[in-house]
């Protein structure tokens, strides 16, 4: 079997992970990032003394499950009630956590989920803040504040750009998630929050040296859209050149969007500061594969199709 990382937080890597199960002959390990401060995880973080990986780990859990009944009920949101905001995935592997430890309740979703060979860790088991410097020099700290930045009615993209992302404290990566990845053949970097969910997974001490004495060959799937208060104006060059700083290493294959995106879903998309990513070509860049990445659901949210995701994994497999 070949074996396949993929790394990042979020719906993106949700995305991707139910395009990577349905082919054939790999092992996936997903790693997911530490530092959620919002929503479910940051209540059963600040209430419970729960991680800040619950809700990114049970969600990539669930989108590798075959059973499509059991992942509807473990996605299933409370809405009232002392529940309301948590979903029945995260209580569930917060219970299992609480009462057999970390590993135990990873081996117990694995087997919920039905993961057979496949696993999904989290980056790190210690502790730890997200912070921001921006431009102007002000700090912002917890991955929720910087996820919302642009919602500051002072805010202003030309004063208020991340210039860096950091962990305070410092911490290491796990010894699973950082052996994953020097055993592995492939490492995915998933699309998703540039500087909340992709470049957090990144940061942990271990990681970076990890990548770089691993020989596998990396996939960087880029966004197709640009996000207020993380990525304003940004390029696909801006995109690969943030992730692979962080790398320490040159992507191997850049998958990107060409696809076109109906124009009342761009307006509803400009109306919050959002925008398409240009499409990154082969003649900018060899190591571009342009795909119709873009999949519109009837309500008009724009997420990475995992049909396409397949078909071009596939393709960079069997050239391999």
Known sequence: MKKIVTIGGGSGHAQVLKALKEIKGIRITGICPSTDSGGSTGTLRREYDGGGYVGDLTKCMVALCDDDVLARALVFRHQD????GHSVKNMRFHALEETGGLEAALREMEKICGLGVHKILPVTNEKTELCARLTIGNTVLGETNIDTLAKNPLWNPSVHAIADIYLKPEVRASRLAARAI???????????????????TLL???????????TSK?????NIMTKRGETDN????????????????????????????PSETLVKYSLESKAVLPALRRADDPRAIPVPLALVTDDGQVYSNPDVIKKAIKNILAKD
């Open 81 to 84: 009630g002392s529940l309301r």
């Open 182 to 200: 020097e055993e592995s053949e492939y490492v995915i970097i998933c699309p998703g929050d540039l500087y909340s969910s992709i470049i957090p």
């Open 204 to 214: 942990p001490r271990g990681i970076k040296t990890a990548i770089q004495k691993s």
């Open 218 to 222: 990396i996939i960087l799937i880029i």
């Open 234 to 261: 940004y390029t696909a060059v801006d995109f690969i050149e943030s992730i692979e700083k962080r790398l320490g290493r040159k992507a191997d294959y850049v998958m990107c969007n060409n696809a076109s995106i």
